[in-house]
């Protein structure tokens, strides 16, 4: 009887059994059931998509017309220009400051953009640049939204847990700055994000590694119960200067801890749609995997090894294994400590490499989500065992925003 593994590679090598590999697809089925399960663990509180997660116009879209979802977080100003444009959406906040003089200048010449572009912001510096682009009483007002910074600082600052973000951590320092910004014109402060990276973005259950799964869930409970406090009096200092419309936070990680602070509006997702490999080390929910890349067999080195064209699509981060594309179906499959996954070649040992013929598909996942949407010019959209769409990758639109 063949396994849910086997039926799956057979559907996929049927659906793309006329494309030449290497490919991408994604598999609308399991992306509408991700973007349900997120929805429900949302819990109502409306979710705003990753951009950067997607990297596709039409997915981003289709994501946007399920209920739940609303709303774009974009990586670069450049980027959430063209998606409003593109009509995409009129809701697009920037997720990172942004010093591009030609796409500051295109936003403050269009009333469009200006009412549906935040930008972010954590240091008045960054509004100071702002104005030299383009004073004040030559423009519009902008909107902005204050990055809080949700790591979690133990001992003084001298223990830090998460990432290193935003100067303003502390709840004085988020008042200060709407203080600030509340007296200076051109600016309109309308929403305050924090994004708890040492919750949203680590898994908590590292396979072998009992002691490191163990300080990840204490110090993931602790930073939470702190973040939790912070952020309710950090979110009541801020409403004291400015009329806040949105407070956004969290990740696929975190969505339902997230969901359920009450000072937290919203909350932004998107890796969790294509279900790439760092979420296999989640307790608290595991997409099911949706984006794939194959690859095509095209060697034989030595008997137990079969070699597939390319396979080394990197994902960013601290430079270890779980970065690595892993090899996925046919199941029993493994890279070479000594070789890894190659810029053109990757050697693949395991049980089931024996099997593999010269022309045969090794399908693959990647390890982050949109970072696959930088190797391919399209994705193959699946639905049972056909093919029913070819869409662009931002790539594949000529479109490289970092």
């Given at each position: 009887?063949?396994?849910?593994?086997?039926?799956?590679?057979?559907?996929?090598?049927?659906?793309?059994?006329?494309?030449?590999?290497?490919?991408?697809?994604?598999?609308?089925?399991?992306?509408?059931?991700?973007?349900?399960?997120?929805?429900?663990?949302?819990?109502?509180?409306?979710?705003?998509?990753?951009?950067?997660?997607?990297?596709?116009?039409?997915?981003?879209?289709?994501?946007?017309?399920?209920?739940?979802?609303?709303?774009?977080?974009?990586?670069?100003?450049?980027?959430?220009?063209?998606?409003?444009?593109?009509?995409?959406?009129?809701?697009?906040?920037?997720?990172y400051p942004t010093v591009d003089r030609g796409a500051l200048a295109a936003l403050v010449a269009d009333p469009m953009?200006?009412?549906?572009?935040?930008?972010?912001?954590?240091?008045?510096?960054?509004?100071?640049?702002?104005?030299?682009?383009?004073?004040?009483?030559?423009?519009?007002?902008?909107?902005?939204?204050?990055?809080?910074?949700?790591?979690?600082?133990?001992?003084?600052?001298?223990?830090?847990?998460?990432?290193?973000?935003?100067?303003?951590?502390?709840?004085?320092?988020?008042?200060?700055?709407?203080?600030?910004?509340?007296?200076?014109?051109?600016?309109?402060?309308?929403?305050?994000?924090?994004?708890?990276?040492?919750?949203?973005?680590?898994?908590?259950?590292?396979?072998?590694?009992?002691?490191?799964?163990?300080?990840?869930?204490?110090?993931?409970?602790?930073?939470?119960?702190?973040?939790?406090?912070?952020?309710?009096?950090?979110?009541?200092?801020?409403?004291?200067?400015?009329?806040?419309?949105?407070?956004?936070?969290?990740?696929?990680?975190?969505?339902?801890?997230?969901?359920?602070?009450?000072?937290?509006?919203?909350?932004?997702?998107?890796?969790?749609?294509?279900?790439?490999?760092?979420?296999?080390?989640?307790?608290?929910?595991?997409?099911?995997?949706?984006?794939?890349?194959?690859?095509?067999?095209?060697?034989?080195?030595?008997?137990?090894?079969?070699?597939?064209?390319?396979?080394?699509?990197?994902?960013?981060?601290?430079?270890?294994?779980?970065?690595?594309?892993?090899?996925?179906?046919?199941?029993?499959?493994?890279?070479?400590?000594?070789?890894?996954?190659?810029?053109?070649?990757?050697?693949?040992?395991?049980?089931?490499?024996?099997?593999?013929?010269?022309g045969d598909r090794v399908w693959f996942r990647h390890a982050k989500s949109g970072e696959l949407c930088e190797r391919?010019?399209?994705?193959?959209?699946?639905?049972?065992?056909?093919?029913?769409?070819?869409?662009?990758?931002?790539?594949?639109?000529?479109?490289?925003?970092?």
């Amino acid at each position: 009887m063949a396994t849910d593994s086997e039926n799956l590679r057979h559907r996929l090598d049927r659906a793309t059994a006329r494309l030449d590999p290497p490919y991408a697809v994604v598999d609308l089925r399991a992306f509408d059931s991700n973007a349900a399960a997120l929805a429900d663990r949302a819990d109502g509180k409306p979710l705003r998509i990753a951009s950067k997660s997607l990297r596709s116009r039409e997915l981003i879209a289709r994501a946007l017309a399920r209920p739940g979802w609303h709303g774009v977080m974009s990586f670069t100003l450049p980027e959430a220009i063209w998606l409003v444009r593109t009509g995409v959406s009129a809701d697009v906040l920037v997720a990172y400051p942004t010093v591009d003089r030609g796409a500051l200048a295109a936003l403050v010449a269009d009333p469009m953009l200006v009412a549906a572009v935040t930008l972010m912001v954590d240091d008045p510096d960054q509004l100071d640049f702002c104005d030299a682009v383009s004073s004040p009483g030559r423009r519009p007002e902008l909107r902005i939204c204050l990055d809080l910074d949700a790591s979690w600082r133990l001992l003084g600052g001298r223990v830090h847990v998460g990432v290193r973000r935003s100067p303003v951590h502390t709840v004085r320092a988020a008042g200060r700055f709407a203080a600030t910004v509340a007296y200076r014109p051109g600016f309109r402060l309308v929403g305050l994000m924090s994004y708890e990276a040492q919750i949203a973005g680590l898994g908590d259950a590292p396979p072998g590694k009992a002691a490191l799964r163990t300080a990840i869930r204490l110090a993931q409970r602790g930073s939470y119960r702190e973040l939790l406090a912070r952020r309710s009096t950090a979110v009541a200092a801020v409403r004291e200067h400015a009329d806040l419309e949105f407070v956004n936070g969290g990740g696929t990680g975190s969505v339902a801890t997230t969901s359920a602070d009450p000072a937290v509006t919203e909350v932004t997702a998107g890796s969790g749609l294509y279900g790439p490999t760092l979420f296999d080390t989640y307790r608290a929910w595991q997409p099911t995997p949706a984006a794939l890349f194959a690859c095509p067999v095209v060697r034989r080195p030595a008997p137990g090894l079969a070699t597939v064209l390319g396979g080394g699509w990197i994902a960013s981060g601290t430079a270890d294994p779980s970065r690595l594309p892993r090899p996925w179906l046919p199941t029993g499959l493994r890279l070479l400590g000594t070789e890894g996954a190659g810029e053109v070649q990757t050697p693949l040992a395991g049980p089931r490499a024996a099997a593999l013929r010269i022309g045969d598909r090794v399908w693959f996942r990647h390890a982050k989500s949109g970072e696959l949407c930088e190797r391919v010019n399209e994705l193959h959209l699946v639905d049972g065992d056909r093919v029913v769409a070819t869409v662009p990758t931002y790539r594949g639109e000529g479109r490289a925003f970092l």
